[in-house]
């Protein structure tokens, strides 16, 4: 079964930084784009970054460009978050997926001013 | 970057039909934006039914189906039971491999 497990939220500060990780299992991981999606609390999806299968391309929402960064390890099947100078507006579970059919449970950030 | 409306809230009756719509700010909506639909109920994560428009994953119960409507993606659920009542939420792809979401849709079955 494909599952995706994500790990590394917490309660950070304003201006602070964390590295969030997802672990995949049960589909070949290295043959798919990944996603972090986040959702704030009572609120609507957004959908943050993506990574190509290989690594060599990646996308963010702009909210974020220049502070969080997407990247992957196909050897050990993770997908990783660098989420630099949060801010509160970054309070959010996280979502790691494989928009097709996998989601994981989240993860919970929570950024205090 | 463009926006992608939803409705709301949308209240169907059991056993009724309704469709959910997701439109686009930047024109009408294509094959091209490659259109998901998630069905979230609270305190869950997100549940894949429909992707690349109108393609459903295996977990997908038949009652739901995937189109392009009038310009917008379309959710349409008919014969809507009890365990339908949840949020859905529509994402487009854009320039780049960026995907955006709607704001999602409230459905409530009463």
């Known amino acids: 079964e494909a599952q995706l497990v994500e790990s590394g939220g917490g309660l950070v500060q304003s201006g602070g930084s964390l590295r969030l990780s997802c672990a995949a299992s049960?589909?070949?991981?290295?043959?798919?784009?990944m996603n972090w999606v986040r959702q704030a609390p009572g609120k609507g999806l957004e959908w943050v970054a993506n990574i190509k299968e290989d690594g060599s391309e990646r996308y963010y929402v702009d909210s974020v460009k220049g502070r969080f960064t997407i990247s992957r390890d196909n050897a050990k099947n993770s997908l990783y978050l660098q989420m630099n100078s949060l801010r509160a507006e970054d309070t959010a579970v996280y979502y790691c997926a494989l928009l097709r059919n996998v989601w994981g449970k989240g993860t919970t950030v929570i950024v205090s001013s | 970057q463009a926006v992608v409306t939803q409705e709301p809230s949308l209240t169907v009756s059991p056993g009724g039909t309704v469709t959910l719509t997701c439109g686009s700010s930047a024109g009408a909506v294509t094959s091209g934006h490659y259109p998901y639909w998630f069905q979230q109920k609270p305190g869950q994560a997100p549940r894949t039914l429909i992707y690349d428009t109108s393609n459903k994953q295996s977990w997908t119960p038949a009652r739901f189906s995937g189109s392009l409507l009038g310009g917008k993606a379309a959710l349409t659920l008919s014969g809507a039971q009890p365990e339908d009542e949840a949020e859905y939420h529509c994402l487009l792809s854009y320039t780049g491999a960026r995907w955006v979401f709607g704001g999602g849709t409230k459905l409530t079955v009463l």
């Open positions: 049960g589909f070949t991981f290295s043959r798919y784009w």
